[in-house]
């Protein structure tokens, strides 16, 4: 422990003694970065080791959050000042002459995570830590993550993300809580002395399965709950007879080598498969053994634990726990299912049908026989209550677990849990009324929202430091903490010199960016023009083929029309693609082709410029949300759940520019649709267009001149520089697959959403007026409050107590 700069300056010197055996100014930069590192890891272990004494005497419910991904990014600056010696660190660094920033750079983004699901889960941990509730993370401990994205000749290149390269400072090995987890095998029954049928898995395939424990650190409070990372070792004890020792080897380190493996083939599909299992099944069997060494019974387990399952990957853990509590623990079915199904939450995060997880039987039978055996019966037992409740067999096939050869995981989850939930508004009123109406009509007490959201400390306070420092001298530091009273700021939205002050610090973040991107990119961008922002992962229902198409228009608009003239923009794009998506992969092509041509050419690069940021993770986004001007959500309405990138760049006064899709309806609730640039179609008229078959995107095609222009713009050689250049598959699938997700029928929409942008640009104290509204608004999409909703309405915790003098 340090409680002062010449305290934490002591404790540097000694520790990177003893740990390199040399003096602090010869030791490497990323030694320097250990040494600080292991000491806040240290520091917060005291608070570690308090908190899980408190939840342990306190006998009181705990969550588990389980979770195939958690992007939690960097965590030295995170940590530092959630700890609250983040100054103390920086001056006794300095003293030593080592710039805290560089350490700062050194740390690499955990290989975590990808997407918002792992960033939403990331915001929780930090939430549950912050407000002081026991709630702790479990998920698969990455070798090379999901992967480290190049672009080479403008299309992505996938190379393993080697973020363990040097380690992982914040992690503890303990081998000591490692279980076992079965694959394959033949299930064997038998009579027990009751005359009991009992089951048994006999010729596994066991796998070691070993957790890596990192402290989430609470803010300005005594609390540090754990993410556990599972990782894959060779059994102990029982190793297989029919696969030679090398094989094995290999396979075992595949279930932890990479997230979202690329599943376009059997082994992918397989290999997915066990990763699930094996992260569900440890995670189970540390809980039990933990429950039941501390109150010799599983009666109360669901009384004093709750599992959210974020969403359907974690699924498998509904008939393992059943597998445990029935096969290892003698319970019944019945007094089991009671447990199980009042332990177990759901979030679901998609609308998308392709999305919803399906497994083939053949798959789980085989790899997971007695998983398989336990989800026949759930659906047996299931069927028979369903007919009890309604003699329509439609409905009743809707809600089957299995059906047509496949598992229906989202229905084992709705049949398997007590509380289902969406993550929007909107979401969550589809949900009930279209997508789950079976379900939610035969167990309407289940559904509920929950509407996403981040970490205002993470992506306001700590990712912007000079917004967060005007926003305290204007309203206080209240908010700082309770993200509600960024309402106060309302006092201050009409104020000139207020506005004033705040442009001047989206100008200075936007200097930031600019330099990043002449650094990195090579490309010289105006930082007076308008920052537009389309930052998430690439797929076809986000649409960034409906952003590049507009660049494209403005691109052939400017070449064709002497007098067309835009305001100066900035179209920066940046996301990965799934490995074996190739229509996204295309988009990313495509992207960077323009750019290249638009780039270039004398004339139109005055006007707009087009940047792909290679690699998107969270240290770049905290770089790029605070320099965006707009924020582009335009996924097409009814699809995207939430999103939660739409709230970050609402906390650091970018103007949303978007669909009524996700939390865009509540943001738009919250400011006001004159404060954001909606457009598109609205989530009705897209269902009414299908169902009455009343969209030709051929047709709109063949009648409007500028969507013609811009489409035979991808097939004609504009963008085209060789042979493997072309884009035939986004071409037709915009024209001749009838636009699936209605881009070229939202087009023309969204040009006069982007002229309404221009217009008010030109009035930068109403832009500036309008930011600061949303800032406001901003506190309501804090995951505090989304945590506390949880809290209140599922989890029903209570707050960490601690002993006077455990700090």
């Not at 930031?512 to 992962?537: C, P, Q, T």
Request: charged share 25%; aromatic share 12%.
């Amino acid at each position: 422990m340090f409680l002062n700069k010449e305290e934490f300056i002591k404790e540097y010197v000694r520790r990177s003694i003893e740990r390199f055996g040399r003096e602090v100014e010869e030791i490497h930069p990323t030694e320097k970065f250990f040494v600080l590192g292991e000491m806040v890891r240290d520091y917060a272990s005291v608070n570690w080791k308090n908190t899980k004494q408190s939840i342990a005497r306190s006998e009181g419910k705990q969550l588990i959050y389980l979770s195939m991904e958690f992007l939690i990014g960097r965590l030295l600056t995170n940590n530092l000042k959630n700890l609250g010696i983040y100054d103390i660190a920086k001056q006794g660094l300095n003293e030593l002459g080592i710039d805290i920033h560089e350490l700062e750079d050194l740390e690499t983004d955990a290989g975590l995570g990808n997407g918002g699901l792992g960033r939403l889960a990331a915001c929780f941990m930090d939430s549950l830590a912050s407000l002081g509730y026991p709630g702790h993370g479990n998920t698969l401990r990455y070798e090379f993550g999901f992967f480290k994205q190049k672009l080479e000749d403008y299309r992505q290149i996938e190379v393993p993300d080697q973020w363990l390269r040097y380690g992982n400072v914040w992690e503890i090995y303990k081998p000591k809580h490692a279980v076992e987890v079965s694959f394959y095998g033949k299930v064997v029954t038998s009579l027990n002395n009751q005359g009991e049928l009992k089951y048994k898995l006999i010729n596994a395939e066991c796998v070691r399965a070993v957790p890596y424990d990192m402290p989430v650190v609470g803010a300005n409070n005594k609390t540090t709950n754990t993410l556990r990372l599972w990782s894959a070792e060779p059994s102990d004890t029982r190793l297989p007879k029919r696969k030679n020792f090398e094989e094995y080897l290999s396979d075992i380190r595949k279930i932890c080598q990479s997230l979202y493996p690329d599943d376009s083939n059997e082994e992918g599909k397989i290999l997915r498969l066990k990763q699930q299992y094996f992260l569900v099944s440890a995670t189970l069997q540390s809980l039990i053994k933990y429950h039941k060494k501390k109150y010799s019974t599983l009666d109360n387990f669901h009384k004093l634990n709750v599992i959210q399952l974020n969403d359907t990957h974690p699924v498998l853990a509904i008939p393992e726990m059943m597998r445990i509590l029935v096969d290892e623990n003698d319970l019944g079915w019945d007094k089991s299912w009671e447990i199980v199904s009042n332990t177990f939450a759901y979030t679901n995060h998609t609308l998308l049908t392709e999305a919803l997880e399906k497994w083939p039987v053949e798959y789980v039978s085989k790899v997971l026989p007695r998983i398989y055996m336990i989800i026949e019966e759930i659906d047996r037992r299931s069927l028979l209550y369903a007919r009890s409740r309604t003699s329509d067999e439609s409905s009743i096939r809707k809600l089957t677990i299995i059906k047509d050869s496949m598992i229906h995981m989202a229905n084992l989850a709705i049949w398997g849990c007590f509380s289902v939930n969406g993550v929007a508004a909107l979401h969550t009123k589809l949900l009930i009324n279209q997508e789950m109406s079976e379900a939610s009509n035969m167990f309407p007490s289940k559904f509920n929202n929950k509407t996403n959201g981040v970490t205002h400390r993470r992506w306001l306070l700590y990712s912007n430091p000079e917004l967060s420092a005007f926003i305290t001298s204007l309203i206080g530091s209240e908010w700082e903490h309770n993200a509600a009273r960024l309402s106060d700021l309302n006092e201050f939205v009409n104020d000139h010199e207020v506005i004033e002050r705040f442009l001047a610090i989206k100008d200075e973040r936007k200097l930031k960016l600019k330099d990043y991107i002449r650094d990195n990119n090579g490309i010289e961008v105006n930082e007076n023009s308008i920052f537009n922002n389309h930052v998430k992962r690439i797929h076809a229902y986000k649409r960034q083929t409906l952003n590049i198409l507009y660049v494209i228009y403005l691109y052939k608009r400017l070449k064709m029309d002497s007098e067309f003239r835009v305001h100066p923009q900035t179209f920066i794009f940046g996301g990965k693609a799934a490995p074996s998506y190739y229509f996204a992969k295309k988009v990313i092509q495509l992207i960077n082709q323009v750019a290249s041509v638009v780039n270039n050419d004398p004339f139109v690069s005055q006007f707009i410029k087009v940047v792909f940021i290679e690699n998107y993770d969270v240290s770049k986004a905290e770089l790029i949300i605070p320099a965006a001007d707009v924020s582009v959500q335009i996924s097409t309405a009814g699809k995207e759940a939430s999103g939660t990138g739409n709230m970050k760049f609402m906390m650091n006064g970018a103007l949303t520019l978007g669909t009524m899709d996700g939390a865009n309806v509540e943001i738009v609730e919250l400011v006001g649709e004159e404060n954001a640039f909606i457009f598109g179609l609205r989530d009705y008229e897209i269902t009414n267009l299908i169902n009455t078959n009343g969209y030709n995107s051929k047709s709109l095609y063949e009648n409007n001149y500028w969507i013609k222009i811009t489409l035979n713009s991808l097939v004609d050689g504009t963008f085209i520089f060789d042979d493997n250049s072309h884009f035939n598959a986004i071409y037709e699938d915009l024209i001749y697959h009838n636009d699936p997700y209605f881009v070229l029928k939202d087009f023309e929409s969204f040009v006069n959403a982007h002229n309404r942008i221009e217009q008010l640009y030109q009035d930068k104290y109403e832009w500036g007026r309008k930011c600061l509204i949303n800032i406001a608004n901003s506190g309501y999409f804090s995951s505090d409050r989304t945590i506390e909703n949880y809290v209140e309405d599922i989890w029903k915790l209570e707050k960490i107590v601690f002993k006077k003098g455990e700090n």
